[in-house]
């Protein structure tokens, strides 16, 4: 696999990154029967050779998060929990979306884990890689991702509108990690801090890159889904692009307001066109008056709309309650040596 790095920041090594860690692989699943027990089976594989090797601790677990499925997809989860020592489940009351359901997930996992990895249910994004994504952990990345090497085996359509999405959130100032779907690995204290993120929007590509810490990537192969087929059809990904885009960027007000600047420098040539009109006696009487206020008043109201769109801008940040910043790493003493450090160089009271 080859590997490139995104940070160039080199912390020294903490101990938070253990090197026997407790993996978890959460799964969200959303009717998913056909391809469940090959899933289940694919994983099992992933998690006994890593435990064998002893690259994650035994406590390591899979999670399989049902998101409200109609088929007997929790019936699935159950059943091969009894069997299979790896397996757990979570059930949601209903169908929350994809990104919900991941969330919950990780969540629920950051109690018991010391990193997770996040993947679909339908087997398309390389298991093989989960080995990598761990190796990267050890060696003290709090975030790896996965990005996909090639989409040959997407549609054509999908690899268009995937291309266009992205270059869209980029342009909408989105900072996203081209070609990185949710195939990624977080340790606890990234996902400590995913928690601080109250938004209800959520759109974890968008969020997980502003947290910062130690990132790199793992490219890998994208297959075609195992069975079943995709829960993502066209209207879903529109509306997913679109919850992006309004999660994160108030571009599209700002580009309302340049219209209106836009839009007012029109008018003004327009008056000058129209006086003109007048001037050389070219016009019906009324049409002079009704062209410059059509065109002012126009350009006016797109400019107030603008200015009013910027407020709301300020106040939709303002209620999603970001955490301002997150700290990496603290240089000072610990609180019982803090309390008094004169004692220390021998001064008295
Ligand atoms: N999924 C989910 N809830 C939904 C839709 C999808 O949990 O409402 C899960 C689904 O089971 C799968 C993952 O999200 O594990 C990605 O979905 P899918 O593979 O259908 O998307 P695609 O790969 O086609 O974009
Ligand atoms: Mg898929």
């Known amino acids: 696999m080859v590997q490139s790095e995104m940070s160039f920041y080199n912390s020294s090594q903490s101990s938070t990154y253990k090197q026997q860690p407790i993996l978890y692989i959460v ?18 594989e992933v998690m006994t050779s890593m435990v064998q090797e002893q690259l994650v601790s035994r406590e390591s677990r899979l999670m399989f998060v049902d998101d ?38 990780l969540m629920y996992a950051k109690e018991f884990a010391d990193c997770v990895v996040s993947m679909d249910a339908d087997l398309q994004d390389d298991t093989g890689v989960v080995r990598d994504f761990v190796l990267r952990y050890r060696e003290g990345y709090d975030v790896v991702y996965g990005v996909r090497r090639s989409r040959e085996t997407d549609t054509w359509f999908k690899r268009w509108s995937a291309e266009k999405f992205y270059k869209l959130m980029q342009r909408m100032g989105v900072n996203t990690v081209y070609n990185h779907a949710d195939y990624r690995l977080m340790s606890k204290r990234a996902l400590e801090h995913l928690a601080e993120y109250k938004e209800v929007n959520v759109f974890l590509r968008g969020i997980v890159p502003l947290i910062g810490f130690r990132t790199t990537v793992v490219e890998y192969d994208r297959h075609e889904r195992a069975a079943g087929e995709s829960k993502y059809p066209l209207k879903k990904m529109l509306s997913f692009a679109w919850e992006g885009i309004t999660s994160f960027s108030v571009k599209p007000m700002r580009i309302v307001t340049m219209i209106g600047f836009l839009s007012l420098g029109a008018s003004l040539l327009a008056a000058i066109y129209a006086l003109m009109s007048k001037i050389m006696g070219m016009t019906v009487s009324g049409w002079t008056s009704l062209m410059v206020s059509v065109w002012f008043i126009g350009s006016i109201q797109l400019l107030a709309l603008g ?22 790493e603290v240089l000072h003493e610990q609180p019982s040596a803090a309390a008094a450090p004169w004692k220390e160089a021998g001064w008295k009271e």
């Open 27 to 44: 799964v969200p699943c959303y009717n998913e029967e056909e391809v469940f027990t090959l899933t289940v089976e694919h994983l099992t």
């Open 68 to 105: 409200g499925s109609r088929d007997t997809t929790w019936l699935q989860i159950a059943a091969a929990r009894r069997e299979n020592p790896w397996v757990t489940g979570l059930k949601l009351a209903r169908n929350a979306g994809h990104q919900k359901a991941l969330l919950a997930g």
């Open 307 to 328: 200015v009013i769109g910027e407020y709301i801008g300020k106040i939709y940040n303002e209620v999603k309650h970001r955490p301002l910043y997150v700290i990496d």
